[in-house]
């Protein structure tokens, strides 16, 4: 049981989230929406937004999970300088990761000007846009499975240890399987997370078509020469969202 006067609030909030949703909706012209969103820009700003963003989530597993461990499982001086500093994107504004990534990966940057004389561009590439993705969507996995982890305890853990297990069979046995909801929850905030990146992607990478134009730079940038197709386009990015949360949501409650 709730407080009945919860309900009152709890509406309100769900409108204000549902209704610029329903606004798109009515503002799309419908008989026109395959070939609005059907243009080879369109398809390509689509294609390349879910490629990206799928090797940006895999990134944030790779490296963030980790990080994730270490950070719930172990101590050390300046932890919580270290926590901040890992969770900062969730608060930096995008465009500032950005200039922050371009001088660290462009041509004149702390590793760029190396990574220059090897032949490697970064900066302004379809990789810029992976490494925009993950480094805004990578504290949504770190704080989703550090958070299950502190939950969870360490209990199951040392059982394993005292019964002989190595620090890696612990690991790979019990905590990973422990962690898998947190996991999965993280991995799809983080896919979210880079699906709809934008700031970081437009200042690190541009908006080249094909090559760095993800899905949101298009609808920018139609927004200001035909608003129907920003609108369709809007309204597609919102139903792959909802399909990706959904999907998330029954594998969660499969795990």
Do not use: N
């Not at 070939?35 to 597993?61: G, H, M």
Request: net charge positive.
């Amino acid at each position: 049981m709730i407080p009945r006067w919860l309900y009152a609030p709890a509406a309100v909030g769900a409108a204000f989230v549902l209704l610029p949703l329903v606004a798109i909706a009515a503002r799309v012209e419908w008989t026109d929406l395959f070939d609005l969103v059907t243009s080879q820009a369109s398809k390509d700003a689509l294609w390349l937004s879910l490629r990206t963003s799928a090797i940006a989530t895999l990134l944030c597993l790779l490296f963030g999970t980790p990080m994730a461990v270490v950070l719930a499982r172990t101590s050390f001086p300046g932890q919580g300088v270290v926590r901040s500093l890992v969770l900062l994107p969730l608060v930096l504004p995008p465009v500032v990761g950005g200039i922050a990534l371009l001088y660290t990966f462009g041509r004149r940057g702390l590793l760029g000007h190396e990574l220059d004389v090897l032949g490697l561009q970064v900066a302004f590439s379809t990789t810029a846009v992976v490494l925009a993705q993950t480094f805004v969507a990578m504290p949504f996995l770190v704080v989703s499975i550090e958070g299950a982890l502190r939950t969870a305890g360490q209990r199951y853990e040392v059982a394993a240890a005292s019964l002989g297990a190595r620090p890696t069979t612990v690991f790979r046995r019990v905590t990973l399987p422990l962690v898998l909801p947190g996991l999965v929850s993280g991995a799809v905030l983080a896919f979210a997370r880079s699906l709809g990146e934008f700031g970081a992607t437009i200042t690190f990478a541009g908006s080249l078509q094909g090559v760095t134009r993800t899905l949101p730079l298009e609808i920018y940038q139609l927004r200001e020469t035909d608003v129907d197709a920003a609108v369709a386009l809007s309204l597609v990015l919102v139903v792959v969202a909802v399909l990706v949360i959904g999907l998330a949501r029954q594998g969660r409650s499969a795990a």
